[in-house]
């Protein structure tokens, strides 16, 4: 049962999920179709987030999305959804979300949006992000933005490929452009704490730079944690990419004496 009033990306930046300046850049990258990983504990808004950056894709592209349960709320006019059904008393006609993912490739999607990768569908929906389908959405559970690849990596293990390490990491870091990690806080709110960029790979490891971080300060008595939002000094190397898409970052965004 959906809300009536939709937390849209302006109710987040009010609510202090993240500031303005940190919106209009991950706004730019869903335009610009680079390929997001929202990360983040239970409860602590990777769901909430995906609604509301998904209103920066544009009304002409075709969705795809795949959930267990339907939580998404696209507002643009082509959308598929897709859901998972589980077996029936005597074992039959579970359809999984890898059998999902492989059908939502012949639908002739621009973007597959799926709620949250949590088994074998990782491996075809890092497939589907490196054959034509940039600018995908996916969460997962993960604490950090670095764990949330190494489960990303544990999942396409649990397939039994005879793929070595250095192969599944190449994947990964091909696949993804952005982690968006996200923390529910001891006052109960929910923040992002950091962006990063995957950059590719180094010999075994795959390479990330922070974009963005939430700096903790101090948390008061009454529980409240405060703190502040600054860019970390490094510019990311897609912003051609932006440029690209026609949309223009200026670099004084990223400044690192800069409070955002």
């Keep these: 049962k959906f809300a009536r009033d939709k937390i849209d990306i302006n109710k987040l930046v009010e609510f202090g999920t993240l500031p303005a300046q940190i919106a209009d850049f991950l706004g730019s990258c869903v335009r610009a179709k680079i390929s997001m990983l929202i990360s983040g504990g239970t409860g602590s808004g990777k769901t909430t987030l995906m609604n509301a950056l998904s209103a920066y894709i544009p009304d002409h592209e075709r969705l795809i999305t795949i959930e267990d349960a ?16 589980p077996p029936t008393i005597d074992g039959r006609g579970e359809i999984r979300q890898r059998e999902l993912v492989k059908n939502a490739l012949r639908m002739r999607p621009d973007r597959i949006i799926v709620g ?36 990303l990596e544990h999942m396409i293990n649990m397939l039994g490929f005879s793929m070595s390490e250095t192969g599944i990491r190449t994947h990964i870091s091909s696949a993804i452009g952005l982690v968006v990690q996200l923390q529910r806080m001891i006052d109960g709110k929910r923040r992002i704490v950091s962006v990063s960029e995957v950059t590719g790979q ?59």
């Excluded at 589907?128 to 670095?146: F, K, P, V």
């Excluded at 101090?218 to 690209?244: C, Y």
């Design 70 to 85: 339907a939580e998404l709320q696209l507002q643009q006019p082509h959308v598929g959804r897709l859901e998972t059904c």
């Design 116 to 151: 949250e990768v949590r088994g074998e569908e990782a491996f075809d929906m890092l497939q589907a992000m490196t054959t034509g389908h940039e600018g995908s959405l996916t969460t997962i559970h993960a604490n950090t933005a670095r764990d949330s690849l190494v489960r």
């Design 202 to 260: 180094e010999r075994d490891v795959i390479q990330m730079q922070e974009i963005f971080k939430f700096i903790h300060q101090k948390t008061v008595s009454a529980g409240e944690v405060i703190g502040e939002f600054r860019p970390t000094g490094i510019t990311p190397n897609f912003l051609d990419q932006l440029r690209v898409s026609g949309i223009e970052t200026s670099n004084a965004l990223f400044d690192p004496n800069k409070v955002l």
